[in-house]
């Protein structure tokens, strides 16, 4: 059967890109400070330009996943450009050399979260969406903690360089698991959100007008509830990653790895607690519980500069970024069920959220220069409060009553 066949290289495709599909993340930063002797604007700066790239081509690519047939090959094309352009970090590490690979790979990495959640609906169908999105995340999540525990390892006897090499290796393996996904597996028009599969006896349907999208609120809050966590968010690890490199010379690689290992041994947990209680409890506290988690943390950041402390702090990642990363394309899918434009709204969504990530880490790191770590986390901290009151006044819940196939959210 080619379902079961499908979901074993869904497992393994999540499992190797969890490497890939987030290009150097913090560990550019850490590598950029202890090696080339940056400042933090400039880091912030160069992190910036995947962010602000990813931006831009988000909707364009949630648009292009909707209507291509050839998704596996869109995965394996964009895994490939990403490693490229991080492997050439080493041969110019200079600023605009950097930045400018940076927003390759940011435009790029774009693809694979609509690609992949789109492949995901289109083989398991809406019914079974949600536990199979909290299982990609699980596996996701489970192969970046391997791939932490190997570069914090690696990095004490090669150095930073050693992420450069594990980002090669895992491309190549993430092509291979992409392409082991059966072409006939994949149902398009489930994947484009168009046909629910709960209801095989429907009438056809076609794409719903724009207009349609651009009139549902409850979208629009999320997609600003999700652009206010991102905002707090996305450079908290990265920050994290400087001070440890401060706090601990020459090991601020490994210590970013120890950092990240501990937040993603939670989120495996919390993805598949999230797949599996989705459907019964709602999406909305799970997601209110996010939020409280990410603000939490910046404020603990604040009270010691121990490293074994802000280690343990970043368990908290494990709750927040978990437990939204594993319910984005649920809530989407969601409010999106009938229009034929699933994927153009997760990229909608996910330039709301970029536009977040873009003025985190520019914003953090200007505050971290000017005014110290402590007001940075503060700082985001804050945003993440502010985000939670949001998503608790004004977003409803999305699930459908128990028993019933999940319908579109009216629009209002």
């Known amino acids: 059967m080619t379902v079961p066949r499908a979901e074993r290289a869904l497992d393994a495709l999540n499992l190797f890109l969890s490497d890939v599909r987030y290009g150097l993340g913090a560990y550019l930063a850490v590598y950029l400070l202890e090696r080339h ?25 949630g648009v292009l996943v909707d209507k291509l047939r050839a998704k596996r090959a869109l995965v394996a094309g964009a895994a490939a450009l990403v490693t490229a352009t991080c492997l050439f970090i080493p041969l110019a590490p200079s600023f605009w050399p950097v930045t400018a690979m940076q927003a390759v790979s940011g435009a790029s990495a774009a693809v694979f979260p609509p690609t992949i959640a789109a492949i995901t609906l289109g083989v398991v169908g809406s019914v079974a969406f949600a536990r199979r999105i909290g299982r990609n995340e699980a596996f996701n999540h489970g192969g970046n903690a391997a791939c932490n525990v190997v570069v914090g390892a690696g990095a004490i006897f090669f150095g930073p360089g050693v992420v450069f090499w594990l980002m090669g290796a895992m491309a190549v393996a993430s092509i291979a698991s992409v392409l082991a996904i059966p072409a006939r597996a994949i149902d398009h028009e489930v994947a ?12 056809e349907r076609k794409p719903s007008s724009w207009g349609d999208l651009l009139r549902n609120r409850p979208l629009l809050v999320f997609a600003a509830c999700g652009a206010l966590f991102h905002l707090a968010n996305a450079a908290m690890l990265p920050l994290v990653g400087q001070k440890l490199s401060m706090l601990v010379p020459g090991q601020g690689t490994s210590m970013t790895a120890v950092s990240a290992i501990a937040a993603q041994m939670v989120m495996v947990p919390m993805s598949v607690l999230a797949g599996t ?117 004004a977003m409803p819940e999305t699930r459908a009553a128990p028993g019933t196939p999940a319908v579109t959210v009216p629009a209002e």
């Open 192 to 203: 484009r959100g168009l046909v629910h599969d709960a209801d095989p006896g429907a009438p």
């Open 37 to 61: 002797a940056w400042d933090e604007a400039s880091i912030g700066v160069a992190l910036s330009a995947a962010a602000m790239a990813g931006l831009l081509a988000q909707t364009p690519i």
């Open 277 to 393: 209680r989705a459907d019964a409890w709602g999406r909305k506290p799970l997601l209110l519980l996010a939020f409280v988690a990410l603000a939490l943390r910046g404020v603990l950041y604040t009270l010691w500069d121990h490293p074994g402390w802000l280690v343990a702090v970043q368990l908290l990642d494990g709750v927040g970024a978990g437990l939204f990363g594993a319910l984005f394309a649920v809530v989407v899918a969601d409010l999106t069920r009938g229009t034929g434009h699933f994927n153009a709204a997760q990229g909608a969504v996910a330039t709301a959220q970029a536009v977040g990530g873009v003025v985190s880490t520019t914003l953090a790191g200007l505050v971290a220069a000017r005014a110290g770590y402590d007001a940075a986390f503060l700082t985001l901290a804050a945003i993440a409060a502010g985000g939670a009151a949001l998503f608790w006044l």
